[in-house]
């Protein structure tokens, strides 16, 4: 027995472990949120990548169905570079501006439906399963 007797309030052995157990379940769901937000964040920006990197690419082509393919074939012998997407879910559009002639555009969509984000449906506010990136190059030679 101690020298001075405390009350039974004054025992403080097991405030630390009540402690971790309400600290411990907030601090897991926002390291995990930031994890998987950090993948999402990887996906679309290695969209917006490759729908860049294959409006560049399209440059060469001469004629608009050659930009396209050309596009297509940049985006689908790239795509395995990307670790953050899968190949079967990537979907490319390509070609001529309707409002302006003078400019080719590209867009990638990803259909980031299995990437651990919508793990947290209850606990996040979540961004759209699909992820669509487009750019937009001037047609050059005339």
Same mark, same amino acid.
């Given at each position: 027995m101690r020298g001075t =007797?405390?009350?039974?309030?004054?025992?403080?052995?097991?405030?630390?472990? @009540?402690?971790f157990?309400l @600290?411990?379940p %907030?601090?897991?769901v926002?390291?995990?949120? *930031?994890?998987a937000?950090?993948?999402y964040?990887?996906a %679309?920006?290695?969209?917006? =990548?490759l729908?860049?990197d294959?409006?560049r690419?399209s440059v060469a082509?001469?004629?608009?169905?050659?930009?396209?393919e &050309?596009?297509?074939?940049?985006?689908?012998?790239n @795509?395995?570079s990307y670790v953050?997407?899968q190949?079967?879910k &990537? =979907? &490319? @559009?390509?070609?001529?501006?309707?409002?302006?002639?003078?400019q080719f555009r %590209?867009? %990638?969509?990803?259909?980031?439906?299995?990437?651990? &984000?919508?793990?947290?449906?209850?606990f996040?506010?979540?961004p759209?399963?699909i *992820?669509?990136?487009?750019a937009?190059i001037q047609?050059g030679?005339?």
């Amino acid at each position: 027995m101690r020298g001075t =007797q405390r009350g039974s309030w004054a025992d403080d052995r097991g405030a630390s472990a @009540v402690e971790f157990a309400l @600290v411990l379940p %907030v601090f897991l769901v926002l390291l995990f949120g *930031i994890i998987a937000y950090g993948i999402y964040f990887g996906a %679309v920006h290695s969209t917006a =990548q490759l729908a860049a990197d294959a409006a560049r690419a399209s440059v060469a082509g001469i004629s608009d169905a050659e930009r396209e393919e &050309i596009a297509r074939q940049h985006v689908l012998n790239n @795509v395995p570079s990307y670790v953050m997407l899968q190949p079967g879910k &990537i =979907q &490319i @559009v390509a070609g001529r501006l309707e409002q302006d002639s003078r400019q080719f555009r %590209v867009a %990638v969509r990803y259909d980031a439906a299995e990437l651990p &984000i919508w793990n947290f449906t209850p606990f996040l506010p979540l961004p759209s399963k699909i *992820i669509e990136r487009t750019a937009t190059i001037q047609r050059g030679g005339y």
